[in-house]
């Protein structure tokens, strides 16, 4: 007999100490977990987290349903990295998924296994609709990675053949849209662009309602705000706030789409929403990118680029309108949703853990990291505590903006270097305050955790 959905919550929701809020109702099936992944969005750019001069109620209502977490990360701040780490739980040094893979790249080796995966081996629904970037080769693709449905792009919507930067190259290799594992547009135009986040939308909601009755999982990581931007005809100049906002205002209405589906088909109580993004924004195109409090931007391992705005929903276990400092990251949620679904973890080693009782609040719960990493590209530069208090930044370059863009067009970065330095992030949350001298036994700690940490994924390099 299949456990119902109360034994499945009970076991990892209200274990080891006091529960938030009372057990929902029970039913006869596992929770839905929908994860809502957008492309270069700023942590400013919706309220509550920023103050944008456009709208943006979906977002605001998601944060009054559920919590937002203040101090989320992801390990890579570029595309192709942080998807990868988010559906295999596993940092990229260990999968050696580096940077942003284009056409024809092999993106996750089939030996790890992506939380499409997982989920089926518990009788899960699963779906992606939006960009893919883990993976264009036969066996790399989503229909080959446990998602039953899919739609959207391979790669970044800039990898086009419209792109100012060798456009011969990129002629060459058309950017397709695909759908359930069939090209369904040969060659992607500028007028099929402002259709993205409407397509993704309109397939999720279609999921969700011909699946109601069963568990599913929606996977929905759209291409935008990724330059180039585009918006279709219903949001056009409605922000006031240029492109940009306008396009920030799809997605707010793309998510509140996505959650009116959920609250139509009865399934709103028995689903986990996850909104965030994959990192920081893309500053060097200006009123083309987002906003971030944080130093640095997209490309870096500061926290402009690693920390992301996040939120999650899950009815009668995160209680509403909370907000939470407690830092987790995206390796986290595979083994997160496992434990939830009562699905078995892959075979192959993960660096995620499950943070169940600190995304939902327990009391006195804590985050069961050590450390996470944060590498740009393939190159290993900095280690945090599991509690988000500390960073320590090896010696490393970075890029550092010079001249901003706008338009479409993008700035000009010059590369920088940083010491080995130490911040406190509870206190400096804007890493400008190298507290290294000041702490040495926190930053000898840490240096023998990089140590470990480069001898086991860097040895052989």
């Known amino acids: 007999m299949q456990p119902s959905r109360r034994e499945f919550l009970a076991a990892g929701m209200f274990a080891g100490g006091m529960s938030v809020l009372p057990a929902a109702p029970a039913s006869s099936r596992k929770p839905n977990v929908v994860v809502i992944f957008l492309d270069d969005s700023g942590w400013g750019d919706f309220r509550p987290f920023g103050k944008p001069a456009y709208p943006t109620p979906n977002v605001e209502r998601l944060a009054k349903e559920g919590c937002m977490y203040t101090n989320f990360y992801v390990p890579q701040a ?24 284009g056409p024809n790249a092999r993106g996750l080796d089939p030996k790890f296994a992506t939380l499409g995966e997982v989920l089926k081996t518990a009788g899960y629904k699963t779906a992606v609709f939006g960009k893919w970037h883990i993976g264009d080769q036969p066996d790399t693709r989503p ?40 090209v369904k547009i040969d060659r992607v135009t500028p007028n099929d662009q402002p259709n993205l986040t409407t397509w993704y939308t309109e397939h999720a909601v279609d999921f969700i309602k011909r699946h109601k009755d069963e568990p599913f999982f929606v996977y929905v990581p759209h291409s935008m705000p990724h330059v180039p931007l585009f918006v279709s005809d ?105 434990h939830l679904a009562g699905a078995k973890l ?37 280690v945090m505590t599991g509690d988000g208090r500390w960073k320590l930044h090896l010696p490393h370059n970075y890029r550092s903006l010079i001249s901003v863009g706008n338009d479409g067009a993008a700035g000009k970065y010059e590369q920088k270097q940083i010491a080995m330095s130490l911040f406190d992030l509870q206190n400096d949350p804007y890493e400008k305050t190298d507290v290294l001298q000041k702490y040495p036994d926190v930053a000898a700690k840490l240096q023998k955790i990089a140590d470990r940490h480069r001898a086991e994924f860097y040895s052989s390099n």
């Open 78 to 101: 570029i595309c192709s990295a942080s998807r990868s780490a988010l559906l295999s739980g596993c940092f990229p040094c260990r999968t050696k998924v580096f940077g942003a893979h």
């Open 143 to 182: 229909w080959a990675r446990g998602f039953d449905e899919s739609c959207g792009l391979m790669y970044s919507n800039d990898m086009w053949e419209h792109h100012p930067e060798n456009p011969k190259y990129w002629s060459q290799h058309p950017l397709q849209f695909w759908e359930n594992g069939k």
């Open 234 to 338: 219903k949001f056009k100049g409605k922000s006031g706030k240029g492109l940009y906002g306008d396009v920030i205002m799809e997605v707010d209405w793309s998510i509140g789409q996505i959650m009116q589906a959920l609250r139509d088909n009865g399934v709103e109580k028995d689903t986990l929403v996850l909104f965030t993004s994959d990192n920081g924004p893309w500053s060097s195109y200006g009123n083309h990118s987002g906003t971030t409090p944080y130093r640095d931007a997209k490309g870096t391992s500061f926290d402009g680029g690693t920390r992301s705005a996040c939120i999650a929903k899950c009815p009668g276990h995160i209680k509403a309108g909370t907000k939470s400092s407690k830092a987790w990251c995206t390796v986290d949620i595979l083994p997160t949703v496992a």
């Open 346 to 382: 892959p075979a192959n080693p993960i660096d995620g853990r499950n943070v169940w009782d600190l995304i939902r609040g327990a009391k006195g719960a804590t985050n069961p990291h050590e450390y996470y990493a944060f590498t740009t590209n393939d190159k290993f530069e900095a």
